[in-house]
């Protein structure tokens, strides 16, 4: 059974909308990320999350918004969506943040397409 | 700032032949060194990693030995095989910190 699960596995969005990708963990993890992989850059750190609390942002733009709504959730919400957003987005998780057990496991990833 | 670099894009060997894979990375904490491998249209999963200096780490015919007088964390195998066929990304994390950085990825491709 799939520890990390992440819907909808491929997406396809129009310019200006919003979409929410979903990720769900089942590993018994206290940490959770985001990570985005396009042509442009190959894998790139967005958030983190320790106990429902963010801990690193390193996204620049306010169109992308984490949200956990329980301990193993952490969604990811993207407004005015554009066609630069078109990557796959990667939700990892670990068992505790800044740990020497900080190893993080990636789930399956979610393909978005914007036109 | 923390970074991580991996010099070669595209390596392709014959299977059977060593392969050596480099990571150096720049950081003025203590780092945790990490290598990822991802096939196509997989998600990355953890081949090794390393927090110990000059000691050797292995798994599934990978070694890595991190040295931190060079700032190296390189990723070996004695004997590819076709199935090794895939994108290779070394990664830095630092204590405390949630964020891996990543370096740009080798693609490593094995032909018969």
């Known amino acids: 059974d799939p520890k990390i699960i992440q819907k909808p596995k491929y997406l396809v969005a129009v310019t200006g909308s919003e979409k929410i990708l979903i990720c769900e963990q089942y590993?018994?993890?206290?940490?959770m990320y985001w990570y985005r992989q396009s042509a442009k850059k190959p894998l790139e750190f967005m958030f983190s999350y320790s106990y429902q609390k963010l801990m690193d942002n390193q996204t620049a733009s306010s169109r992308f918004q984490p949200q956990s709504s329980k301990k193993n959730h952490l969604d990811l919400q993207i407004t005015a969506l554009k066609p630069d957003d078109s990557a796959t987005y990667f939700c990892a998780s670990s068992q505790d943040r800044g740990t020497d057990q900080d190893t993080q496991y990636f789930g399956p990833g979610t393909r978005l397409l914007v036109l | 700032g923390d970074s991580v670099t991996q010099t070669e894009g595209l390596v392709t060997l014959t299977k059977g032949l060593p392969v050596m894979l480099n990571c150096t990375y720049q950081t003025t904490y203590s780092p945790f060194l990490f290598w990822y491998v991802q096939h196509l249209n997989e998600a990355p999963k953890l081949l090794l990693k390393s927090s110990t200096d000059n000691k050797r780490t292995e798994h599934q015919g990978f070694y890595a030995t991190l040295h931190k007088s060079s700032s190296s964390f390189h990723l070996q195998k004695s004997s590819v095989q076709l199935s090794d066929s895939a994108l290779y990304f070394c990664?830095?994390?630092?204590?405390?910190?949630?964020?891996?950085?990543f370096g740009q990825g080798t693609k490593l491709s094995i032909k018969p």
């Open positions: 590993l018994g993890h206290n940490a």
């Open positions: 990664a830095l994390k630092n204590y405390n910190q949630g964020k891996l950085i």
